[in-house]
Structure formats: structure tokens, C-alpha cells
């Protein structure tokens, strides 16, 4: 089962310039209203095709809202696909947020 990594954890992570894969599994609408700068947008309905275009080998956060039961649901999938090192944030967005660090608006780049 996948494992959850605290915002401490991911701004570690971020801090020391580790390469990680931010993935926010909430719908495009969602995601363009607020989201983690560099995260890339992949709606967890569409998570099962994505494991190709995703870096499986470095470490992957999913994101999502706040209750995290869809980038649990991600990350599970995620493993499942092959990846190496993935967890969920707990909080998601919203800790990010509550925590006082920005969000980015508008679309996914890859969109």
C-alpha cells in the first residue's frame, strides 16, 4: 500500500532539489482554480493511462483536495503501474495552501 508523505516531508524533498513528480489527480476545473506550482495535472480517471508519460523511477507525490482519498486512490494505482517511490500528501492542496505557500493558477502545461 502506498504511503502518505507529510508537507514537511515534500518541502524536504523540494528543499534539497530532489527531482519528484507533483501529479494532482482532481478535475482540470479544480486544478486550474489553485494548484501546487510544477504540478502536473492528471485527473484520477485518467491515472491508469498515464503510468507511460510519468516518471516511474523518481519518487511521485499525488495531490488532490484535502481528504487525499483520491491521491491515495492515485498513488495505489501508481504502484501498482510500476513506480518506484510514490506516496500522497496528506492535506493535499489545502495544507499546501494553509500552510501559506502559493498556488499557481490556469491549466496544465501539458494541456
Request: hydrophobic share 40%.
Amino acid at each position: 500500500m502506498p504511503r502518505e508523505r507529510t508537507l514537511s516531508d515534500l518541502l524536504n524533498m523540494l528543499d534539497t532539489e530532489q527531482p519528484v513528480a507533483l501529479v494532482d489527480v482532481r478535475s482540470p476545473e479544480d486544478y486550474a482554480a489553485g494548484h501546487l506550482p510544477g504540478a502536473r495535472n492528471v485527473p484520477l480517471p485518467d491515472i491508469e493511462a498515464a503510468p507511460t508519460s510519468l516518471p516511474l523511477s523518481r519518487p511521485i507525490v499525488t495531490l488532490c483536495g484535502k481528504g487525499g482519498g483520491r491521491s491515495a486512490a492515485a498513488a495505489a494505482l501508481l504502484e501498482a503501474a510500476g513506480a518506484v517511490d510514490v506516496a500522497s500528501l496528506a492535506g493535499g492542496t489545502g495544507a499546501w495552501a494553509a500552510a501559506g505557500h502559493p498556488l499557481a493558477t490556469g491549466p496544465s502545461p501539458q494541456e
